[in-house]
T-cell receptor, first 115, second 113 residues
Framework: DTGVSQDPRHKITKRGQNVTFRCDPI?????LYWYRQTLGQGPEFLTY????????KSRLLSDRFSAERPKGSFSTLEIQRTEQGDSAMYLC?????????????FGPGTRLTVT | AQTVTQSQPEMSVQEAETVTLSCTYD???????LFWYKQPPSRQMILVIR??????QNATENRFSVNFQKAAKSFSLKISDSQLGDAAMYFC??????????FGKGTHLIIQP
């Protein structure tokens, strides 16, 4: 068990560019979550997958944000036409099942800076 | 919508002493879970302790314990015998019927040697 990994750890981009982040969950975990954490705030839930199915996406911040988990393993989060307000830490978490009895294990995050 | 409030942006405690971090929440759900997560500087978030709302007994994990007051919607974390490694941001989180966690803004805990 190597834990949840995220790539890249840091990303600097210019406003208007598209960015894509990758999350590799713990191998046997079927649930995968994305959160955004801005400075001085707690993480904010964005979306989640059960296997390859995206079961909640109404919390994505705008239609510029999209996420995929094509084979039920790793996931990608894409932000199109980045804005300075997108600068934040993007966290991924995974769990072995749904419900509060299953712990969500967090990755180290991808820090995005939009200049 | 559920909300989680942490009213202490920062707390400081002497090493080996006890500190209590406060958390209140608002929900109309009857079945839910509450969590405390620790986020050390530049390191990933880890679960400290979990409480199921239907359990009256307060959860404990070694030096960490909670005071869960369901009627008051209060969920405080007590850290006994504070250690330097306890220094971190601590987040209170809620999970009800929806799958994502709802977090508070966090409390920055400083341990004075």
């Amino acid at each position: 068990d190597t834990g949840v990994s995220q790539d890249p750890r840091h990303k600097i981009t210019k406003r208007g560019q598209n960015v894509t982040f990758r999350c590799d969950p713990i191998s046997e975990h079927n649930r995968l979550y994305w959160y955004r954490q801005t400075l001085g705030q707690g993480p904010e839930f964005l979306t989640y997958f059960q296997n390859e199915a995206q079961l909640e996406k109404s919390r994505l911040l705008s239609d510029r944000f999209s996420a995929e988990r094509p084979k039920g393993s790793f996931s990608t989060l894409e932000i199109q036409r980045t804005e300075q307000g997108d600068s934040a830490m993007y966290l991924c978490a995974s769990s072995a099942g749904g419900g509060g009895s299953y712990e969500q294990y967090f990755g180290p995050g991808t820090r995005l800076t939009v200049t | 919508a559920q909300t989680v409030t942490q009213s202490q942006p920062e707390m400081s405690v002497q090493e080996a002493e006890t500190v209590t971090l406060s958390c209140t929440y608002d929900t109309s759900e009857s079945d839910y879970y509450l969590f405390w997560y620790k986020q050390p500087p530049s390191r990933q978030m880890i679960l400290v302790i979990r409480q199921e709302a239907y359990k009256q007994q307060n959860a404990t994990e070694n030096r960490f314990s909670v005071n869960f007051q369901k009627a008051a919607k209060s969920f405080s974390l007590k850290i006994s015998d504070s250690q330097l490694g306890d220094a971190a941001m601590y987040f209170c989180a809620y999970r009800g019927g929806a799958d994502g966690l709802t977090f508070g803004k966090g409390t920055h805990l400083i341990i004075q040697p």
